[in-house]
């Protein structure tokens, strides 16, 4: 019978939304083979996280909780990981695939000797068989991938699967592993100034690029993204320019997002910056050249001056939110 | 120091990708071949470090004799030894990778192992950590910042809306990110001394693969859209569209 294992990512003693997307598809996951589907939760303090798991439908609960990890170690936990699938005959490991998702999986799938198919977007079930959907190319082109390992293992991208509220009354119990010295050690973690939000975890994006013309002009975009309660992003030009934090960088070299409502600001569209965020739902395009390729794959465009158009954009939408 | 560098052949960033026949990966006619950019940062970063302690940095490949201009590329950036391990063709299974890779890598008594965080034609981002299981050894991913103290290594990673400071010791495998360094222009004198750099070939037996592509395909092709209108007078209707057509706000 199969068994999926929702590996759970939490922050400042919160749940990241990413660990309830793979927790629905999981739940989905175990239905369509005829399983059931279990959560994780690791850390120096997680009992009180438990019934937030149980609105999704999992049946079980299990915790390692251990006080050695406080300080975090991605190889400690991947081993944990590792442990916890043998122990409770797991078949299948899903987590988001997030700065840790995408950093310690690899590493439980070296342990189980799996590979990992890293950065879903979808699944499919075919005869008890599934395949799993991922991009290459940052997103040019799609692959299905099936696996024959012993362990199935993936990530899901953040933002593409739906969160179903299906409440259960899962079991928790709380399991022993031998935790392993930590190799690498978390000491600290900068935080951005002002806790921003990450392009790779929000709904709505505002990106500029050169046609911003200069830093100067950023406020331009952070007071749309304030109004929409959106992330920043940038285009190359602009990280290279020095005028955004590469983090912000949307792209075949930098972040490939999925929001709902992407809006490029003087973004020309280049092969690279498509390949990043074309499959936003949404795509709004404001350039001042008709010509520009980004309006090629944009659902609504205007044609003029960012200078001119964004104030403007802010505030119809503070009106339209003060409704 | 003795540094090694894991360096991957990938399509230019330029590529308007075509289907194989077979259906099941992308066509390799026509492509322009690049060093993977992740892996110049690495490169970059072994360089430095070589230039300012001392010893040497040896470049590792893993494909057929055509991911040769690749290594000399590396090498052109003023690597000193190269290794290319036998593949008929880059394996479709990252563990595949990461296993062959890990045990040539065993044999080279490294104190730092540099990877890109990511190669841009599979997207896997996933070599780097098997491998630094493979070898039980500390492994930081993602780096964007890396200070050295004797044996101890303090790196800042990127990750969502911040960076996360770690500490960890040599020998370690570090994977870069952009914004570790600027990796240097090869010059016309680097690409000539790279042409006289023997590489290595070594064979290892690859293990079967457990991950397979059935079928690679275009992604949904967008419809194209509308051009609402001019300048901020078509503000208003792009804020109604958003509202009430797409229902995005
Ligand atoms: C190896 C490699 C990797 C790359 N990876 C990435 C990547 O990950 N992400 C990425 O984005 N790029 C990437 N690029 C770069 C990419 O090729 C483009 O150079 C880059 O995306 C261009 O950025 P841009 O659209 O901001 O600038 P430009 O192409 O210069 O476009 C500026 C646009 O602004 C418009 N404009 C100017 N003034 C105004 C105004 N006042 N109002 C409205 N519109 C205006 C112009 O019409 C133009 O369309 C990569 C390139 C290479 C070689
Ligand atoms: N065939 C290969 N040969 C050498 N290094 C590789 C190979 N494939 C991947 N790598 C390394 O692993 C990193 C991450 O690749 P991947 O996990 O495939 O995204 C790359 O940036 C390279 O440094």
């Known amino acids: 019978m199969s068994h999926i294992l929702i590996v759970y990512e939490i922050r400042d003693q919160k749940i990241k939304k990413v660990s309830f997307e793979a927790t629905s598809a999981g739940v989905d996951l175990a239905n369509q083979l005829g399983g059931t589907a279990s959560a994780l939760l690791i850390g120096s303090a997680v009992k009180d996280l438990a019934p937030e798991a149980g609105k999704y439908g999992v049946e079980k609960v299990f915790l390692i909780e251990d006080g050695g990890l406080e300080k975090f170690s991605p190889d400690v936990m991947a081993s ?52 799993y959907l991922r991009p290459m190319l940052a997103g040019k082109l799609h692959t299905e991938v099936s696996l024959s390992s012993a362990y199935h293992l993936a990530t899901l991208r953040p933002n593409v699967f739906p969160v179903k509220e299906s409440p259960s009354s899962p079991e928790v119990s709380t399991l022993q592993v031998e935790l392993p010295a930590p190799k690498a050690v978390v000491e600290e973690i900068l935080a951005e100034a002002g806790g921003k939000l990450d392009v790779t975890e929000a709904d709505i994006i505002v990106s500029g690029g050169r046609g911003m013309k200069g830093p100067e ?32 960088q949307v792209g075949q070299t930098g972040k490939t997002v999925s929001p709902s409502l992407y809006i490029a600001c003087g973004i020309s569209g280049a092969i690279q910056h498509l390949a990043g965020m074309s499959s936003s739902k949404y795509i709004v395009a404001i350039n001042k050249d008709p010509e520009a390729p980004i309006f090629k794959v944009a659902d609504y465009g205007i044609v003029g001056d960012v200078m001119e158009v964004l104030p403007k954009l802010t505030e119809e939408i503070k009106k339209l939110k003060s409704e | ?49 070589v230039e300012k302690n001392g010893g040497e940095v040896t470049v590792i490949s893993l494909g057929p004799a055509a991911v040769e201009p690749t290594i000399r590329a590396a090498l052109a950036m003023g690597a000193q030894k190269a290794i290319r391990i036998e593949a008929e063709e880059n394996p479709a299974d990252p563990l595949v990778t990461a296993k062959a890779l890990a045990e040539v890598l065993k044999q080279g008594n490294y104190d730092l192992i540099f990877f890109g965080k990511q190669a841009i034609d599979d997207d896997y981002a996933q070599v780097p950590q098997m491998v630094a299981t493979a070898l039980d050894l500390p492994c930081a991913t993602v780096v964007v910042k890396l200070d050295i103290e004797g044996e101890k290594l303090t790196v800042e990673r990127e990750i969502e809306g911040g960076k996360e400071k770690l500490s960890l010791s040599m020998p370690a495998v570090i994977s870069a990110q952009k914004g570790l360094n600027e990796p240097r222009y090869r010059s016309l004198k680097g690409i000539m001394k790279a042409k006289k750099i023997p590489i290595e070939t070594v064979q290892v037996e690859l293990a079967s693969g457990q991950l397979e592509i059935e079928k690679v395909k275009f992604p949904p092709e967008k419809q194209p859209g509308k051009i609402v209108g001019k300048g901020a007078d078509a503000v208003p209707e792009l804020v109604r569209l958003l509202h009430e057509e797409a229902k995005v706000i």
């Not at chain 1, 992330?231 to 602009?238: C, D, E, H, V």
């Not at chain 1, 990280?239 to 912000?248: L, N, P, Q, S, T």
């Open chain 1, 80 to 131: 944990a990981i590792a442990q916890v699938a043998e122990q409770v005959g797991a078949t299948h490991i899903l987590m988001g695939a997030t700065a840790l998702g995408k950093d310690v999986l690899p590493r439980t799938a070296f342990l189980l000797n799996s590979p990992l198919v890293q950065d879903i977007i979808g699944y499919q079930v075919n005869d008890g068989k599934v395949t």
């Open chain 2, 1 to 49: 120091m003795n540094i090694a560098v894991c360096v991957k052949q990938v399509p230019d960033t330029e590529t308007r990708p075509k289907i194989d026949p077979s259906g099941k990966k992308m066509s390799e006619e026509g492509v322009k071949w690049i060093l993977n950019p992740y892996d110049e940062f690495a490169v970059e970063e072994a360089l430095q470090l």
């Open chain 1, 217 to 248: 002009n950023w406020y331009l975009i952070e007071n749309l993204a304030e109004v929409l309660g959106a992330a920043t992003g940038a285009s190359r030009a602009a990280v290279d320019a020095g005028w955004r934090d590469h983090a912000e």
